[in-house]
Protein backbone atom coordinates (compact mmCIF):
# COMPACT_ATOMS: atom_id res chain seq x y z
CA UNK A 1 0.00 0.00 0.00
CA UNK A 2 2.89 2.55 0.96
CA UNK A 3 4.23 1.70 -2.64
CA UNK A 4 1.21 2.62 -4.49
CA UNK A 5 1.06 5.72 -2.52
CA UNK A 6 4.30 6.72 -3.68
CA UNK A 7 3.17 5.94 -7.18
CA UNK A 8 0.38 7.83 -7.15
CA UNK A 9 2.61 11.42 -6.34
CA UNK A 10 4.81 10.37 -9.30
CA UNK A 11 4.45 12.02 -12.61
CA UNK A 12 5.10 10.89 -16.48
CA UNK A 13 5.45 12.00 -19.43
CA UNK A 14 5.26 10.51 -22.98
CA UNK A 15 8.69 12.18 -25.01
CA UNK A 16 8.98 12.25 -28.03
CA UNK A 17 12.35 11.42 -29.40
CA UNK A 18 13.57 14.30 -30.83
CA UNK A 19 13.38 15.88 -27.45
CA UNK A 20 15.14 13.36 -25.27
CA UNK A 21 18.38 15.60 -25.12
CA UNK A 22 17.26 18.24 -22.92
CA UNK A 23 16.83 15.30 -20.65
CA UNK A 24 20.08 14.24 -21.32
CA UNK A 25 21.56 15.31 -17.48
CA UNK A 26 18.34 13.62 -15.75
CA UNK A 27 18.84 10.29 -17.71
CA UNK A 28 23.14 10.13 -17.10
CA UNK A 29 22.16 10.11 -13.53
CA UNK A 30 19.12 7.69 -13.65
CA UNK A 31 21.56 5.35 -15.30
CA UNK A 32 24.19 6.08 -12.94
CA UNK A 33 21.63 5.12 -10.31
CA UNK A 34 19.65 2.35 -12.38
CA UNK A 35 18.48 -1.08 -10.43
CA UNK A 36 19.58 -3.02 -13.58
CA UNK A 37 21.79 -1.38 -16.15
CA UNK A 38 21.35 -1.85 -19.89
CA UNK A 39 23.72 -0.21 -21.63
CA UNK A 40 22.00 0.18 -24.59
CA UNK A 41 19.78 2.86 -22.71
CA UNK A 42 23.63 4.91 -21.64
CA UNK A 43 22.83 8.13 -23.29
CA UNK A 44 25.88 7.62 -25.14
CA UNK A 45 24.47 5.07 -26.97
CA UNK A 46 20.83 5.17 -27.05
CA UNK A 47 20.93 8.82 -28.35
CA UNK A 48 23.04 8.33 -30.99
CA UNK A 49 20.21 5.57 -32.45
CA UNK A 50 17.72 7.95 -31.38
CA UNK A 51 19.16 10.30 -33.93
CA UNK A 52 20.27 8.46 -36.69
CA UNK A 53 18.18 4.73 -36.81
CA UNK A 54 14.85 6.55 -37.17
CA UNK A 55 12.72 4.77 -35.28
CA UNK A 56 9.06 4.99 -36.61
CA UNK A 57 6.61 5.49 -34.00
CA UNK A 58 8.61 5.75 -31.63
CA UNK A 59 7.86 7.10 -27.86
CA UNK A 60 9.89 7.64 -24.36
CA UNK A 61 8.01 7.38 -21.15
CA UNK A 62 9.24 8.34 -18.30
CA UNK A 63 8.59 8.96 -14.69
CA UNK A 64 9.79 11.29 -12.33
CA UNK A 65 9.79 12.59 -8.76
CA UNK A 66 6.89 15.19 -8.31
CA UNK A 67 7.92 19.06 -8.53
CA UNK A 68 9.56 20.75 -7.70
CA UNK A 69 12.48 18.39 -7.81
CA UNK A 70 11.57 16.37 -10.95
CA UNK A 71 14.12 13.45 -10.85
CA UNK A 72 13.84 11.03 -12.93
CA UNK A 73 12.72 7.62 -11.90
CA UNK A 74 12.21 5.42 -14.85
CA UNK A 75 12.76 5.43 -18.74
CA UNK A 76 12.16 2.97 -20.95
CA UNK A 77 11.49 3.54 -25.10
CA UNK A 78 7.88 2.64 -26.25
CA UNK A 79 6.13 1.49 -29.54
CA UNK A 80 1.95 2.35 -28.80
CA UNK A 81 -0.08 -0.21 -29.66
CA UNK A 82 -1.70 0.21 -34.00
CA UNK A 83 -4.57 -1.11 -33.25
CA UNK A 84 -7.44 -0.64 -30.57
CA UNK A 85 -7.07 -3.04 -27.35
CA UNK A 86 -3.21 -3.56 -29.15
CA UNK A 87 0.11 -4.32 -28.01
CA UNK A 88 2.52 -1.69 -26.18
CA UNK A 89 5.63 -2.70 -26.43
CA UNK A 90 9.22 -1.37 -24.43
CA UNK A 91 11.07 -1.14 -28.05
CA UNK A 92 13.85 -3.04 -28.69
CA UNK A 93 15.89 -1.96 -32.04
CA UNK A 94 18.39 -4.55 -33.89
CA UNK A 95 21.42 -2.46 -32.77
CA UNK A 96 20.66 -3.51 -28.90
CA UNK A 97 20.87 -6.83 -26.98
CA UNK A 98 18.97 -5.75 -23.77
CA UNK A 99 15.33 -4.74 -23.09
CA UNK A 100 15.34 -3.89 -19.55
CA UNK A 101 13.16 -0.32 -18.83
CA UNK A 102 15.79 1.96 -16.67
CA UNK A 103 14.26 2.37 -12.70
CA UNK A 104 15.64 3.99 -9.79
CA UNK A 105 16.83 1.17 -7.71
CA UNK A 106 15.93 2.67 -4.13
CA UNK A 107 12.02 3.68 -5.85
CA UNK A 108 11.93 0.73 -8.55
CA UNK A 109 8.55 -0.79 -7.75
CA UNK A 110 6.40 2.44 -7.11
CA UNK A 111 8.52 3.65 -10.32
CA UNK A 112 7.35 0.58 -12.42
CA UNK A 113 3.92 1.01 -10.88
CA UNK A 114 3.69 4.13 -12.43
CA UNK A 115 5.08 3.37 -15.52
CA UNK A 116 2.28 0.34 -16.13
CA UNK A 117 -0.21 2.68 -15.30
CA UNK A 118 0.53 5.15 -18.23
CA UNK A 119 0.49 2.16 -19.89
CA UNK A 120 -2.52 1.75 -19.72
CA UNK A 121 -4.01 5.21 -20.26
CA UNK A 122 -2.40 5.33 -23.50
CA UNK A 123 -4.68 5.74 -26.89
CA UNK A 124 -6.06 2.77 -27.93
CA UNK A 125 -6.38 0.97 -24.75
CA UNK A 126 -3.28 -1.11 -24.59
CA UNK A 127 -3.92 -4.72 -23.38
CA UNK A 128 -0.24 -5.51 -22.79
CA UNK A 129 2.78 -4.61 -22.13
CA UNK A 130 5.92 -6.60 -23.97
CA UNK A 131 9.84 -6.69 -22.56
CA UNK A 132 11.83 -8.33 -24.56
CA UNK A 133 15.83 -9.91 -24.02
CA UNK A 134 15.44 -9.53 -20.17
CA UNK A 135 17.92 -11.59 -18.23
CA UNK A 136 16.48 -14.56 -16.18
CA UNK A 137 18.51 -13.76 -13.08
CA UNK A 138 18.50 -10.21 -13.06
CA UNK A 139 16.70 -7.62 -10.17
CA UNK A 140 14.30 -6.30 -12.73
CA UNK A 141 12.78 -9.47 -13.57
CA UNK A 142 12.27 -10.63 -10.53
CA UNK A 143 10.83 -7.19 -9.50
CA UNK A 144 8.40 -7.31 -12.15
CA UNK A 145 7.65 -11.42 -10.97
CA UNK A 146 6.63 -9.98 -7.36
CA UNK A 147 5.14 -6.80 -8.31
CA UNK A 148 2.37 -8.79 -10.80
CA UNK A 149 2.54 -12.59 -10.11
CA UNK A 150 1.63 -15.33 -12.61
CA UNK A 151 -1.59 -13.97 -13.22
CA UNK A 152 -0.95 -11.21 -15.29
CA UNK A 153 3.17 -11.45 -16.07
CA UNK A 154 3.33 -14.35 -19.12
CA UNK A 155 6.35 -15.66 -20.80
CA UNK A 156 6.17 -15.05 -24.32
CA UNK A 157 9.84 -16.89 -25.42
CA UNK A 158 12.93 -17.98 -23.95
CA UNK A 159 16.50 -18.29 -24.75
CA UNK A 160 20.40 -18.79 -23.95
CA UNK A 161 22.78 -16.77 -25.31
CA UNK A 162 26.61 -17.83 -24.85
CA UNK A 163 28.43 -15.83 -22.24
CA UNK A 164 31.36 -16.18 -19.88
CA UNK A 165 30.84 -15.79 -16.57
CA UNK A 166 33.04 -14.97 -13.10
CA UNK A 167 32.11 -18.00 -11.30
CA UNK A 168 32.82 -20.66 -13.96
CA UNK A 169 36.17 -21.94 -15.38
CA UNK A 170 36.72 -21.27 -18.91
CA UNK A 171 38.02 -24.20 -20.80
CA UNK A 172 37.85 -22.70 -24.20
CA UNK A 173 41.36 -20.99 -23.58
CA UNK A 174 42.83 -24.85 -22.78
CA UNK A 175 45.31 -25.92 -25.69
CA UNK A 176 45.68 -28.98 -25.05
CA UNK A 177 42.31 -30.37 -26.24
CA UNK A 178 41.64 -31.23 -29.73
CA UNK A 179 40.18 -27.88 -30.41
CA UNK A 180 42.89 -25.70 -29.16
CA UNK A 181 45.45 -28.09 -30.86
CA UNK A 182 43.85 -27.45 -34.07
CA UNK A 183 43.66 -23.36 -33.67
CA UNK A 184 47.27 -23.79 -32.94
CA UNK A 185 47.42 -25.21 -36.10
CA UNK A 186 45.46 -22.66 -38.30
CA UNK A 187 47.40 -19.57 -36.49
CA UNK A 188 50.64 -21.35 -37.93
CA UNK A 189 48.50 -21.86 -41.78
CA UNK A 190 47.87 -17.97 -41.33
CA UNK A 191 50.68 -16.98 -40.33
CA UNK A 192 52.25 -18.29 -43.28
CA UNK A 193 50.54 -15.43 -45.22
CA UNK A 194 52.27 -12.77 -43.02
CA UNK A 195 53.44 -11.41 -39.70
CA UNK A 196 50.66 -11.71 -37.00
CA UNK A 197 50.46 -9.29 -33.93
CA UNK A 198 47.27 -8.25 -32.01
CA UNK A 199 46.06 -4.81 -31.47
CA UNK A 200 43.82 -2.81 -28.82
CA UNK A 201 42.69 0.51 -29.97
CA UNK A 202 40.91 2.89 -27.44
CA UNK A 203 40.73 6.45 -26.49
CA UNK A 204 41.97 8.30 -29.74
CA UNK A 205 42.75 5.17 -31.42
CA UNK A 206 38.82 4.04 -31.62
CA UNK A 207 38.27 6.41 -34.39
CA UNK A 208 40.46 5.07 -36.95
CA UNK A 209 40.11 1.32 -35.86
CA UNK A 210 36.18 1.95 -36.05
CA UNK A 211 36.21 2.96 -39.62
CA UNK A 212 38.52 -0.04 -40.46
CA UNK A 213 36.02 -2.60 -38.64
CA UNK A 214 33.16 -0.72 -40.61
CA UNK A 215 35.29 -1.53 -43.57
CA UNK A 216 35.67 -5.43 -42.69
CA UNK A 217 32.36 -6.10 -41.54
CA UNK A 218 31.14 -4.49 -45.39
CA UNK A 219 33.43 -6.69 -47.54
CA UNK A 220 31.66 -9.98 -45.80
CA UNK A 221 28.37 -11.22 -45.80
CA UNK A 222 27.08 -8.93 -44.12
CA UNK A 223 27.71 -6.01 -46.40
CA UNK A 224 26.22 -8.57 -49.27
CA UNK A 225 23.55 -9.13 -47.32
CA UNK A 226 22.65 -5.50 -46.36
CA UNK A 227 22.76 -5.90 -42.77
CA UNK A 228 26.26 -4.63 -42.19
CA UNK A 229 26.36 -1.25 -40.23
CA UNK A 230 28.08 0.49 -42.89
CA UNK A 231 25.13 -0.76 -45.53
CA UNK A 232 23.15 2.53 -44.65
CA UNK A 233 25.03 5.82 -44.12
CA UNK A 234 22.49 6.15 -40.75
CA UNK A 235 23.66 3.12 -39.14
CA UNK A 236 27.01 3.98 -40.13
CA UNK A 237 26.89 7.28 -38.45
CA UNK A 238 25.49 5.75 -35.74
CA UNK A 239 28.25 3.52 -35.19
CA UNK A 240 30.96 6.06 -35.53
CA UNK A 241 28.83 8.82 -32.93
CA UNK A 242 28.38 5.81 -30.60
CA UNK A 243 32.00 4.47 -30.48
CA UNK A 244 33.17 8.03 -30.30
CA UNK A 245 30.91 8.88 -27.02
CA UNK A 246 32.05 5.42 -25.40
CA UNK A 247 35.33 5.66 -26.19
CA UNK A 248 35.89 9.52 -24.59
CA UNK A 249 34.36 7.65 -21.48
CA UNK A 250 36.77 5.07 -21.33
CA UNK A 251 33.96 1.97 -22.02
CA UNK A 252 35.02 1.12 -25.67
CA UNK A 253 37.64 -0.44 -27.26
CA UNK A 254 38.41 -2.36 -30.30
CA UNK A 255 40.49 -5.38 -30.68
CA UNK A 256 41.80 -6.77 -33.61
CA UNK A 257 44.03 -9.82 -35.08
CA UNK A 258 45.99 -8.11 -37.80
CA UNK A 259 48.24 -9.80 -40.18
CA UNK A 260 51.42 -7.50 -41.67
CA UNK A 261 49.03 -4.54 -39.93
CA UNK A 262 45.97 -5.39 -41.28
CA UNK A 263 43.03 -6.31 -39.40
CA UNK A 264 41.63 -10.18 -40.83
CA UNK A 265 39.42 -10.41 -37.46
CA UNK A 266 38.09 -7.43 -35.12
CA UNK A 267 35.79 -7.36 -32.35
CA UNK A 268 33.61 -3.60 -30.46
CA UNK A 269 34.15 -4.55 -26.61
CA UNK A 270 31.44 -2.19 -24.44
CA UNK A 271 32.56 -2.22 -20.86
CA UNK A 272 30.41 -1.01 -17.80
CA UNK A 273 30.04 -1.27 -13.95
CA UNK A 274 32.15 -5.20 -14.31
CA UNK A 275 30.53 -6.32 -17.65
CA UNK A 276 31.56 -6.41 -20.85
CA UNK A 277 29.68 -6.47 -24.03
CA UNK A 278 30.83 -8.48 -27.32
CA UNK A 279 28.87 -6.09 -29.39
CA UNK A 280 29.99 -6.98 -33.17
CA UNK A 281 32.77 -8.81 -34.79
CA UNK A 282 33.97 -9.20 -38.27
CA UNK A 283 36.58 -11.00 -40.15
CA UNK A 284 37.85 -11.44 -43.69
CA UNK A 285 36.36 -13.66 -45.77
CA UNK A 286 39.35 -13.59 -47.77
CA UNK A 287 40.69 -16.00 -45.40
CA UNK A 288 37.91 -17.82 -44.25
CA UNK A 289 38.93 -21.20 -44.68
CA UNK A 290 41.80 -20.47 -41.70
CA UNK A 291 38.52 -19.43 -39.70
CA UNK A 292 40.05 -16.03 -38.59
CA UNK A 293 36.87 -14.99 -36.25
CA UNK A 294 37.34 -18.66 -34.72
CA UNK A 295 40.71 -17.59 -33.57
CA UNK A 296 40.38 -14.21 -32.95
CA UNK A 297 37.80 -14.99 -30.36
CA UNK A 298 39.79 -17.70 -28.92
CA UNK A 299 42.95 -15.15 -28.63
CA UNK A 300 40.59 -12.55 -27.23
CA UNK A 301 39.25 -15.05 -24.48
CA UNK A 302 42.45 -15.87 -23.46
CA UNK A 303 43.45 -12.20 -22.98
CA UNK A 304 40.51 -11.67 -21.11
CA UNK A 305 41.00 -14.96 -19.00
CA UNK A 306 44.65 -13.46 -18.22
CA UNK A 307 43.02 -10.27 -17.19
CA UNK A 308 43.07 -11.08 -13.25
CA UNK A 309 39.93 -9.19 -12.85
CA UNK A 310 36.97 -11.10 -12.74
CA UNK A 311 34.37 -10.29 -15.52
CA UNK A 312 31.33 -10.93 -16.96
CA UNK A 313 31.16 -10.99 -20.54
CA UNK A 314 27.97 -11.07 -22.55
CA UNK A 315 28.52 -12.75 -26.25
CA UNK A 316 25.26 -9.88 -26.86
CA UNK A 317 24.72 -13.14 -29.88
CA UNK A 318 22.09 -14.40 -31.46
CA UNK A 319 20.24 -17.62 -29.89
CA UNK A 320 22.48 -21.02 -31.50
CA UNK A 321 25.10 -18.43 -32.83
CA UNK A 322 27.67 -21.09 -35.10
CA UNK A 323 30.40 -20.08 -33.84
CA UNK A 324 30.50 -18.68 -30.18
CA UNK A 325 27.87 -20.76 -29.04
CA UNK A 326 31.22 -23.88 -29.49
CA UNK A 327 34.02 -21.40 -27.79
CA UNK A 328 31.95 -20.39 -25.05
CA UNK A 329 30.16 -22.71 -22.85
CA UNK A 330 28.45 -20.71 -20.15
CA UNK A 331 24.69 -19.33 -20.91
CA UNK A 332 22.45 -16.36 -20.22
CA UNK A 333 18.71 -17.44 -19.75
CA UNK A 334 16.51 -14.37 -21.79
CA UNK A 335 13.36 -14.10 -21.27
CA UNK A 336 10.51 -11.73 -23.57
CA UNK A 337 7.77 -11.54 -21.28
CA UNK A 338 4.02 -10.14 -21.63
CA UNK A 339 2.26 -8.28 -18.98
CA UNK A 340 -0.88 -8.14 -19.04
CA UNK A 341 -2.80 -4.44 -18.04
CA UNK A 342 -6.25 -5.91 -17.55
CA UNK A 343 -5.94 -8.83 -14.83
CA UNK A 344 -8.82 -10.28 -16.60
CA UNK A 345 -9.75 -12.10 -19.77
CA UNK A 346 -8.76 -9.39 -22.58
CA UNK A 347 -4.93 -9.34 -21.22
CA UNK A 348 -5.14 -13.27 -21.25
CA UNK A 349 -6.39 -12.96 -25.18
CA UNK A 350 -3.40 -10.28 -26.12
CA UNK A 351 -0.94 -12.50 -24.36
CA UNK A 352 -1.85 -15.47 -26.42
CA UNK A 353 -2.57 -13.76 -29.62
CA UNK A 354 0.86 -12.72 -29.29
CA UNK A 355 2.51 -16.20 -28.92
CA UNK A 356 0.19 -17.43 -32.15
CA UNK A 357 1.85 -14.75 -33.98
CA UNK A 358 5.20 -15.56 -33.15
CA UNK A 359 4.53 -19.28 -33.78
CA UNK A 360 2.93 -18.47 -37.11
CA UNK A 361 6.36 -16.44 -38.11
CA UNK A 362 8.42 -19.31 -37.20
CA UNK A 363 6.21 -22.04 -38.85
CA UNK A 364 6.33 -19.18 -42.38
CA UNK A 365 10.19 -19.13 -42.12
CA UNK A 366 10.08 -22.92 -41.95
CA UNK A 367 8.16 -23.19 -44.93
CA UNK A 368 9.90 -20.48 -46.92
CA UNK A 369 13.08 -21.98 -46.04
CA UNK A 370 11.90 -25.68 -47.22
CA UNK A 371 10.32 -23.97 -50.40
CA UNK A 372 13.60 -22.54 -50.94
CA UNK A 373 15.78 -25.70 -51.03
CA UNK A 374 16.59 -25.17 -47.15
CA UNK A 375 17.60 -22.24 -46.69
CA UNK A 376 17.14 -17.86 -47.75
CA UNK A 377 19.06 -14.80 -47.92
CA UNK A 378 20.59 -14.03 -44.67
CA UNK A 379 19.87 -17.91 -42.87
CA UNK A 380 21.61 -19.74 -46.20
CA UNK A 381 24.63 -17.28 -45.68
CA UNK A 382 24.60 -18.37 -41.83
CA UNK A 383 24.65 -21.57 -42.67
CA UNK A 384 27.18 -21.33 -45.44
CA UNK A 385 29.57 -20.09 -42.88
CA UNK A 386 28.97 -22.47 -40.25
CA UNK A 387 29.78 -24.97 -42.53
CA UNK A 388 33.03 -23.12 -43.65
CA UNK A 389 33.73 -22.91 -40.32
CA UNK A 390 33.59 -26.54 -39.69
CA UNK A 391 35.43 -27.91 -42.46
CA UNK A 392 38.52 -25.47 -41.55
CA UNK A 393 38.72 -27.31 -37.99
CA UNK A 394 37.87 -30.52 -38.91
Known sequence: ???????????????????????????????????????????????????????????????????????????????????????????????????????????????????????????????????????????????????FGEDRLHLISQYERAALLPTAPDASVDRKTKAGKNAARLFRRLAEHGALSYRVARNADVGPAMAEFLALEARGWKGTSKTALASTPERARFATSMAENFARAGKLRIESLDLDGKPVAMGIMIEDAGTVYFWKTAYDEAYAALSPGVLFVRELTARLAAGGTPLKIDSCAMPHHPMIDHLWPQRIAMLDLALALPAGRRGRMAVAAERLRRRLRTAAKDLLRRSSGGTTGVEKTWVDKTLMIWRARS
Open 1 to 147: MAEETVAQALETELIDVTDMARLEGAWRDLYARSLERNIFLDPDFALPALAYLHPQELKILAVFDAAPERRLLALTPLAPPRLPCGLARGYLHKQAALGLPLLDRTLAAPALAKLVDAVKTLPLAPSALIFGDIPRAGPTFRLLGDM
